[in-house]
């Protein structure tokens, strides 16, 4: 419902009105945005200053976080496209380590049919992975032993 200019009463509601829209607006569920946003702009176009400048300002204000909101909205989109691209990456780089460690195991099946040894050809990894579990290995057998001769 619009207030009509003439009355000074009505005048000073409206312009309470308008400027708690400005200033409270902005927490406004979405649904009642639709219908702040034509009664602010009808404000903005009556003659009387006070009236007007009020509804420019809730204006102003509500329309700062429509911009806020959009700028939030663009950085998460390009924080999910940079996403995408780090994953994309990764799937490559796991890919030409799949790639790598079959041609590794290629060489090394073709190194043990001419006589050279898969052992010779094992990458050090896979020999620090066995020198762990060696020493791990001793490290459990030392109760067990120890467990023997309480027993005997």
């Not at 663009?74 to 790598?100: F, G, S």
């Given at each position: 419902?619009?207030?009509?200019?003439?009355?000074?009463?009505?005048?000073?509601l409206?312009?309470?009105?308008?400027?708690?829209?400005g200033?409270?607006?902005?927490?406004?569920?979405n649904?009642?945005?639709?219908?702040?946003?034509?009664?602010?702009v009808?404000?903005?176009?009556v003659?009387?200053?006070?009236?007007?400048?009020?509804?420019?300002?809730?204006?102003?204000?509500?329309?700062a976080?429509?911009?806020?909101?959009?700028?939030?909205?663009?950085?998460?989109?390009?924080?999910?496209?940079?996403?995408?691209?780090q994953?994309?990456?990764?799937?490559?780089?796991?890919q030409?380590?799949?790639?790598?460690?079959?041609?590794?195991?290629?060489?090394?099946?073709?190194?043990?049919?001419?006589?050279?040894g898969?052992?010779?050809?094992?990458p050090?990894?896979?020999?620090?992975?066995?020198?762990?579990?060696?020493?791990?290995?001793?490290?459990?057998?030392?109760?067990?032993?120890s467990?023997?001769?309480?027993?005997?």
């Amino acid at each position: 419902m619009m207030l009509q200019e003439t009355q000074p009463e009505q005048q000073l509601l409206c312009a309470r009105a308008l400027w708690l829209i400005g200033v409270c607006g902005t927490d406004l569920p979405n649904q009642h945005w639709s219908a702040a946003y034509p009664l602010l702009v009808h404000y903005m176009s009556v003659q009387d200053l006070v009236l007007s400048l009020t509804a420019l300002g809730a204006v102003l204000a509500m329309t700062a976080v429509v911009l806020e909101e959009a700028s939030a909205l663009e950085q998460a989109e390009e924080a999910v496209l940079h996403m995408q691209r780090q994953i994309q990456r990764v799937r490559q780089l796991q890919q030409q380590q799949q790639q790598a460690h079959q041609q590794q195991q290629q060489q090394g099946r073709d190194a043990g049919r001419e006589g050279g040894g898969l052992l010779r050809e094992m990458p050090w990894q896979q020999e620090r992975f066995l020198q762990e579990q060696e020493q791990d290995l001793q490290v459990r057998r030392w109760p067990c032993k120890s467990l023997l001769w309480h027993l005997l």
